[in-house]
């Protein structure tokens, strides 16, 4: 069973940088392919980016294309996101999510608060 938890949030001014991790349990980590989502108040989950299970190919929002880096250490079991040049809009709680045999898997989430 794979369990995803969160870290790295935290308050920072516009413009300034923060780096998720996602750490999973599990021997199966590099088999599976891993996304970041967001949840703003009053506001649906939406897509951020998500990478594949070699950390060969990524995608991401049009919203943080150029920002935002996702990439993944496979012998450690953690996905990153890495955000730069942040704004107030960024301002949400940030999910890891992980597709394990069609079925998907959420972290807690991680509080990430823009100030401007």
């Known amino acids: 069973q794979v369990r995803l938890v969160e870290s790295g949030g935290g308050l920072v001014q516009a413009g300034g940088s923060l780096r998720l991790s996602c750490a999973a349990s599990g021997r199966t980590f590099s088999s599976y392919a891993m996304d970041w989502y967001r949840q703003a108040p009053g506001k649906e989950r939406e897509f951020v980016a998500a990478?594949?299970?070699?950390?060969?190919?990524?995608y991401y929002a049009d919203s943080v294309k150029g920002r935002f880096t996702i990439s993944r250490d496979n012998a450690k079991n953690l996905l990153y996101l890495q955000m730069n040049s942040l704004k107030p809009e960024d301002t949400a709680v940030y999910y890891c999510?992980?597709?394990?045999?069609?079925?998907?898997?959420w972290g807690q989430g991680t509080q990430v608060t823009v100030s401007s």
């Open positions: 999510k992980a597709t394990v045999n069609a079925n998907n898997v």
């Open positions: 990478i594949n299970w070699s950390g060969s190919s990524t």
